[in-house]
């Protein structure tokens, strides 16, 4: 979603972010929960959105102290840290409270910059696929509704927003369907190279991108 349909949306209607892709992404992980929910661990979801929680939080205050420019070349820089680290043999054990502090730098990244996803995917990346995919849904369910009522109150997400997510939404559930032809193949291995890999991608991106500024 934040690596591929936002900035071809963008382009299109700048009106589908946030509030119209953030409705698509809630759909979506609603329906892989569906799908996939006997492999979520509801213990790790549970000690990710206890982070999460503070680190949201923690971001709301940060902002109006800190450049955004900064914070988010940190968030950047320690995804990509995270990411040479495992590949060089170091492990994130999914105890309580790596879990919570991926939470917690999940919450922070999610509110400054949009980088919300690769923490929480990092420490949960040896999860076999449908495993991975159920514990990872059911954390976004949470955070998308959360940013979903936050927007609102901004006059973020009104009568043409609510038109935008209608007809994002055949396109969302069309994708749905199409990939239970191919998730039961992907290989725990596979899914761990995508973690790593759409990780790496989406902070240099940020770097990019604030670099550019």
Do not use: C, H
């Not at 919450?107 to 076999?128: C, F, Y």
């Not at 995919?133 to 927003?161: M, N």
């Amino acid at each position: 979603m934040n690596l591929i349909a936002a900035p071809l949306l963008m382009l299109i209607e700048p009106g589908f972010v946030p509030g119209p892709i953030m409705v698509g992404a809630l759909v979506l992980t609603i329906l892989m929960v569906l799908r996939d929910r006997q492999g979520m661990d509801l213990r790790g979801v549970g000690w990710m959105i206890a982070g999460a929680i503070p680190g949201t939080a923690l971001a709301s205050l940060l902002l109006p102290l800190i450049p955004l420019r900064a914070l988010a070349l940190t968030l950047g820089g320690l995804v990509l840290l995270a990411v040479v680290l495992n590949l060089s043999g170091l492990k994130f054990p999914p105890k309580a409270w790596v879990l919570f502090l991926a939470g917690v730098l999940s919450g922070l990244g999610g509110t400054l910059a949009s980088l919300g996803a690769p923490p929480v995917a990092l420490v949960n990346q040896e999860k076999e696929g449908k495993a991975l995919r159920a514990t990872l849904s059911g954390y976004f369910i949470l955070s998308a509704i959360i940013a979903i009522l936050g927007i609102v109150p901004a006059g973020r997400f009104g009568a043409r927003e609510v038109e935008l997510s209608l007809w994002m939404l055949p396109g969302v559930v069309g994708g749905f369907i199409l990939s239970s032809l191919f998730a039961t193949k992907l290989s725990r291995r596979a899914s761990k190279a995508a973690v790593m890999g759409i990780s790496a991608l989406a902070a240099v991106i940020l770097i990019v991108q604030q670099l550019g500024k």
